[in-house]
Structure formats: C-alpha cells, structure tokens
C-alpha cells in the first residue's frame, strides 16, 4: 500500500513551533565540551541539554539535539535513563546509542515518534523504544517510520508496545539485527520497495498482524535476506484469508532467502511468499501454524523449499496458484507432521490436512510426512497440473498417501520410489478435483492414464 508523501508537512517542523522557540547560548555559539567530544567521537547527550529521567516531555530538546549532532557528523550517546518525546524529525545522519535495557526513549503521544526522510544513515544500537501503547497519527506507520534512507542500522534494540508497525520502512536499505519487539498493534518490521534490507538474528513476539513483511508495490527484484530470527505468537486482528497473521510474509518481492527462523504460533503461515519469484525458504523450524505453515502462492516463478521442519499446521508445504502463474518449484528434504483438518476460516476445496501440495513444474523429492489427514502429497488441481515429479518420499498415516488430478487436460507427473504406508484410503488415488476418482494406482497400475508414471512405490 503507497505511503502518505509528508514532504510539506516535515519541512514545517511537525507542530513543534521550532520557528517561535527560543534557542540556549550552547545552541547558538561554541558548544560546551565540543573539543571534548571531537576527541573521543561521540556526544554525550547531556552536554546538549538532555535529561535522563525527566518527567516532562523533551521533544524540543531532542530535536535540537538531533540537528546539532547532524550538522558535527558526530554520534550521540543517551544516558540510561527514560526520555519522553514525541514529534521527531530525523536529519540526513542520526546515530544514537544508548545502555541496553536502560536507556528508553518513551513515545509521549499526539503525533509520531521518529520519522524522516531522505536520510543518508539512521543508525540506532543499544535502545529501548516504548510505545507506551499510545495512538500514533494516520500519517504514520511505525514508532520508527523511514523513508528513503540508504542505510539503516538497528541493533541491539527493544521495541515496545506500538500502536501500528514498530518499525516501518519504505525504499530503505540496511540491516535490523540482534532486536527485541513486541506488542506491535499491526506487523514488528514492515519494509516496502526494500533495497536488500538485511533482517538477522531479532525476536519477534505477540504483534496483532504479522511478524516480518517484506513487501513492494510492484513485482520487483528485492533481494532481502531474513535469517535466523525467533517469531511467536503472531495474531490476525484484521482478519482476512492470510493478509494478516503470518510470521513472515514476502509479497511481490523479488529474490528473497528465508533461513534458520524459528517460527511459532503464528494465526496463518509461518512463512507465506506471495508473488514472490526466485524465493529460498530453507531450513526453518515451523510449529503450530494455524493455517499453511509454508506458502509459495500466486504469481511466482521458481521457489525452493527445502530442509525446513513442519509440526503442527492445517497443512504443510503448498506451492500452488498454477491458474494465477504459479510454477517452478523444489520441495525437497522437508519433515512435515501433525497437520489438521481446522483452520482459521472454512476451508475451500478439498479442504485442510495435507501435507505438501504442488501443481506445476515442481520436483518433490526425500520429503517425510506423517499424520496427515487428507492427503500426503497433493499433485494438480483440475486441469492445473504440468511437469510434476514425486520420488523418494515417505509417507506415514495419511487419508490417502498421494492425491493426483485424473482430469482431461491435465499435465504429466511421475510418482515413483516413495514409501507409503498406514493409509485409510490407499497409496496412490486419482482424483477429479476433489472427488476419488479410481482405486489405488500404486496397486493396479496407470494405463488407463497416459499422463502418469506410477512405478515402485513400497506401499503397505
């Protein structure tokens, strides 16, 4: 969705009458202890009239402070402290450091907390940012809202209690790592038309609508890289039939790897890439999703899911939407279980508890499924189904081991060496869309259906 273009209403100073303030000697002449501070590197707040601890509110001060340290090309280092401020516009350079776990910048409300735009570096470590849970304007996107910046550097910070996005970023590029946000009313980081945003190593919890997004406006190269972060507890306010509630969403973005996440609890999908082509989702560690835990959907063009552990979900790994474009995929050493026949809305046809679905132009090797309900290994959908090959998979209590479309205009598939056993239904059904179609074809062979190799499967 296209951010509110607030070019005009930063250039005004945001409400803060900055024009009508009046401006202390340190301000407007030499500044106490700059020779000091030049010498070792940083600015200490203090000298530049900052309070740790005050009651009242210091967003003037602050502001003030901000500017200084841009025009000096020097960072800034708050003492431990709690600092209430509201309304604060980032200059080009901002580089605030503070004590981790006990320097907080607390959001005093009726506005903003950070924005900016056009910024040449926003580089914050060691800070605890509080929303207080208070509203933040319709202009706004996030406690930290960014745009156009060419490096961002967030490490070692906490987040808190956001009234939208904690974090949200548009054509930015840099890296957020090593951080702690929870609480967030809408999504923990939100970043669109990124510029290879590197997102590694931050927990992520209890947010209202998603964990990590990464998204853009058109389909586009992206290239970010989202890596061995923890995420849990991801509710879906806002509702919808995946929009909301995932733990990381890439949607219309371009060249994206997802590793080594550990991903629980999450309304919809631990992980859903949506329009999204060249994506790598490689191993993850996904529990207790409500609906996909592995989504590749839509408009894509080449996705691999690979070594990725599924436990607990409505359904396993889906990489579907041929009818919208989507094709080209690797699934393969996979170990999904425990799938369900409930989601969170009523599922359409044929329904919850699958383990892997695929429908075109995919491989689906040396996967392991087990306690799968409907289906193993769900191949094509109607006529939506082209250039499949299932080998070398194990398939352990499912309805039916391998589900594939019978219907007229249908693509070929192999199924061949997997080992299929403890099913209600059989190894290997044709199927109609969703209605059974023929007897077990692991047993009594394909050809009456030329469009399938059906061959050394161990079914029992």
Same mark, same amino acid.
């Given at each position: 969705?296209?951010?509110?273009?607030?070019?005009?209403?930063?250039?005004?100073?945001?409400?803060?009458?900055?024009?009508?303030?009046?401006?202390? =000697?340190?301000? #407007?002449?030499?500044?106490?202890?700059?020779?000091?501070?030049?010498?070792?590197?940083? !600015?200490?707040?203090?000298?530049?009239?900052?309070?740790?601890?005050?009651?009242?509110?210091?967003?003037?001060?602050?502001?003030?402070?901000?500017?200084? /340290?841009?025009?000096?090309?020097?960072?800034?280092?708050?003492?431990?402290?709690?600092?209430?401020? %509201?309304?604060?516009?980032?200059?080009? @350079?901002?580089?605030?450091?503070?004590?981790?776990?006990?320097?907080?910048?607390?959001?005093?409300?009726?506005?903003?907390?950070?924005?900016?735009?056009?910024?040449?570096?926003?580089?914050?470590?060691?800070?605890?940012?509080?929303?207080?849970?208070?509203?933040?304007?319709?202009?706004?996107?996030?406690?930290?809202?960014? *745009?156009?910046?060419?490096?961002?550097?967030?490490?070692?910070?906490?987040?808190?209690?956001?009234?939208?996005?904690?974090?949200?970023?548009?054509?930015?590029?840099?890296?957020?790592?090593? %951080? &702690?946000?929870?609480?967030?009313?809408?999504?923990?980081?939100?970043?669109?038309?990124?510029?290879?945003?590197?997102?590694?190593?931050?927990?992520?919890?209890?947010?209202?609508?998603?964990?990590?997004?990464? @998204?853009?406006?058109?389909?586009?190269?992206?290239?970010?890289?989202?890596?061995?972060?923890?995420?849990?507890?991801?509710? /879906?306010?806002?509702?919808?039939?995946?929009?909301?509630?995932?733990?990381?969403?890439?949607?219309?973005?371009?060249?994206? !790897?997802? &590793?080594?996440?550990? $991903?629980?609890?999450?309304?919809?999908? =631990?992980?859903? /890439?949506?329009?999204?082509?060249?994506?790598?989702? &490689?191993?993850?560690?996904?529990?207790? %999703?409500?609906?996909?835990?592995?989504? =590749?959907?839509? /408009?894509?063009?080449?996705?691999?899911?690979?070594?990725?552990?599924?436990?607990?979900? #409505?359904?396993?790994?889906?990489?579907?939407?041929?009818?919208?474009?989507? *094709?080209?995929?690797?699934?393969?050493?996979?170990?999904?279980?425990?799938?369900?026949?409930?989601?969170?809305?009523?599922?359409?046809?044929?329904?919850?508890?699958?383990?892997?679905?695929?429908?075109?132009?995919?491989?689906?090797?040396?996967?392991?499924?087990?306690?799968?309900?409907?289906?193993?290994?769900?191949?094509?959908?109607?006529?939506?189904?082209?250039?499949?090959?299932?080998?070398?998979?194990?398939?352990?209590?499912?309805?039916?081991?391998?589900?594939?479309?019978?219907?007229?205009?249908?693509?070929?598939?192999?199924?061949?060496?997997?080992?299929?056993?403890?099913? $209600?239904?059989?190894?290997? !059904?044709?199927?109609?869309?969703?209605?059974? =179609?023929?007897?077990?074809?692991?047993?009594?062979?394909?050809?009456?259906?030329? @469009?399938?190799?059906?061959?050394?499967?161990? #079914?029992?």
């Amino acid at each position: 969705m296209p951010y509110m273009n607030r070019r005009n209403f930063l250039k005004t100073g945001l409400g803060l009458g900055l024009a009508g303030s009046s401006v202390p =000697a340190w301000a #407007a002449g030499t500044l106490s202890g700059v020779s000091t501070t030049q010498m070792r590197g940083t !600015i200490d707040a203090t000298e530049l009239g900052i309070r740790p601890g005050a009651y009242d509110n210091q967003s003037k001060a602050f502001n003030r402070m901000l500017r200084k /340290a841009d025009d000096l090309k020097l960072p800034v280092h708050l003492p431990a402290g709690d600092y209430v401020v %509201s309304n604060l516009k980032l200059p080009g @350079h901002v580089r605030l450091s503070g004590v981790p776990g006990a320097t907080r910048i607390i959001y005093g409300g009726d506005g903003h907390l950070f924005a900016g735009e056009d910024l040449d570096m926003f580089d914050l470590s060691g800070i605890t940012i509080d929303g207080a849970n208070h509203v933040l304007a319709d202009y706004t996107y996030g406690l930290i809202d960014i *745009r156009r910046a060419r490096h961002i550097a967030i490490d070692n910070c906490q987040f808190k209690g956001s009234g939208k996005h904690a974090i949200a970023l548009e054509r930015s590029g840099g890296r957020i790592e090593r %951080s &702690s946000i929870s609480g967030a009313a809408d999504a923990a980081i939100y970043s669109v038309e990124g510029g290879r945003l590197q997102i590694s190593g931050n927990r992520i919890s209890n947010c209202a609508n998603g964990g990590i997004l990464v @998204h853009r406006w058109q389909i586009a190269d992206d290239g970010a890289i989202i890596t061995n972060n923890r995420i849990e507890t991801i509710s /879906a306010r806002n509702g919808g039939t995946g929009q909301n509630g995932n733990g990381i969403n890439i949607f219309r973005a371009n060249n994206v !790897i997802v &590793s080594g996440n550990i $991903v629980s609890g999450c309304a919809f999908s =631990a992980i859903r /890439a949506n329009s999204a082509s060249n994506v790598q989702i &490689s191993s993850n560690n996904c529990s207790q %999703s409500g609906e996909t835990a592995i989504y =590749a959907e839509f /408009a894509f063009d080449g996705a691999v899911i690979n070594s990725n552990i599924i436990d607990g979900a #409505a359904n396993g790994v889906s990489i579907v939407n041929f009818n919208n474009g989507g *094709r080209l995929g690797v699934c393969s050493g996979n170990l999904v279980r425990n799938l369900k026949t409930e989601g969170p809305y009523r599922a359409d046809a044929p329904g919850f508890g699958i383990g892997i679905s695929v429908e075109a132009d995919t491989s689906v090797t040396g996967n392991v499924i087990e306690n799968a309900p409907l289906y193993g290994i769900n191949i094509g959908w109607g006529e939506f189904m082209r250039n499949i090959v299932a080998t070398g998979n194990v398939i352990r209590r499912a309805g039916e081991g391998v589900a594939v479309s019978v219907v007229e205009g249908s693509g070929s598939a192999v199924i061949s060496d997997n080992v299929i056993v403890d099913t $209600v239904h059989g190894a290997v !059904i044709g199927h109609r869309w969703q209605e059974r =179609a023929t007897g077990d074809l692991a047993q009594t062979g394909s050809d009456e259906y030329p @469009h399938l190799t059906i061959e050394r499967n161990l #079914a029992s």
